[in-house]
């Protein structure tokens, strides 16, 4: 059974940074294509970030675009990385790491959360005013 766990959630003050860490159990993590994904309180669950399964090819959400990164680590860490900056209120959310092992994945398929067949519990990010 594969594992997601993600970690480095807290509070920040607005304009602040944060850098979220996903880990997933795997040998084959670089088959792997991961993604964040978030829901605010009151909202549906959105697409934020991902990187396919070589990191050669990333997509964002527009609202994080140029202050979010995503990256990652297929050896030895098995782990993703969402490097935020210049956080706003409206960052705040639970935020999901996700893995597709789904091989032949097309890139355009990055942000669609039908994908993903594994989810870790979340992580809480709340930006204070």
């Known amino acids: 059974q594969v594992q997601v766990v993600e970690s480095g959630g807290g509070l920040v003050q607005a304009g602040g940074s944060l850098r979220l860490a996903c880990v997933i159990s795997?040998?084959?993590?670089?088959?792997?294509?991961m993604a964040w994904f978030r829901q605010a309180p009151g909202k549906e669950r959105e697409f934020v970030a991902a990187?396919?399964?070589?990191?050669?090819?990333?997509?964002y959400v527009d609202s994080v675009k140029g202050r979010f990164t995503i990256s990652r680590d297929n050896s030895p860490k098995n782990s993703v990385s969402l490097q935020m900056n210049s956080l706003t209120p409206e960052d705040t959310a639970v935020y999901y790491c996700?893995?597709?092992?789904?091989?032949?994945?097309?890139?355009?398929?990055?942000?669609?959360?039908?994908?993903?067949?594994?989810w870790g519990q979340g992580t809480l990010v709340t930006v204070s005013t």
């Open positions: 990187i396919n399964w070589s990191g050669g090819r990333t997509s």
């Open positions: 795997t040998r084959a993590f670089g088959n792997y294509a």
């Open positions: 996700a893995a597709s092992a789904r091989l032949g994945m097309p890139d355009a398929r990055l942000g669609d959360s039908s994908e993903y067949d594994y």
